[in-house]
């Protein structure tokens, strides 16, 4: 997550040209956790599928059972499937990150330097 807010700031910076404000930086990470929550949670999905299977003593490939799963629910079924709990991972990711990546630094700042 960290690495796509911070790829948002650099995109920023680039069409700003100076240093972010604060707000800009809650955006940059706001931004970030969306695209870290749509490209990471269906292979998370994916992941603990596997793993399931593993469990239960089958051995399967990814690409099998992606390719599978495809074959009998077709991209809805997908969709279903890969993005349950979009909503609540999307707001968790996007609000640790913005505690993490951008008030964490200023709460130090505020606390150990005395400005904000």
């Known amino acids: 997550r960290y690495f796509f807010a911070d790829l948002f700031e650099s995109l920023f910076l680039h069409l700003k040209g100076s240093s972010l404000s604060v707000t800009e930086k809650i955006i940059a990470s706001l931004l970030g956790g969306v695209a870290s929550t749509i490209l990471t949670l269906p292979l998370d999905v994916l992941v603990a599928k596997t793993q399931d299977a593993k ?34 991972r999307l707001l968790h990711v996007c609000l640790t990150t913005v505690v993490m990546k951008t008030m964490a630094p200023i709460s130090y700042r505020f606390l150990f330097d005395g400005k904000a």
Request: charged content about 30%.
């Open 55 to 88: 469990k239960a003593g089958v051995k399967v490939s990814v690409w099998k059972l992606f390719s599978d799963e495809l074959k009998e629910e077709g991209w809805a079924g997908l969709r279903n499937n890969y993005m349950k709990g979009f909503e609540a």
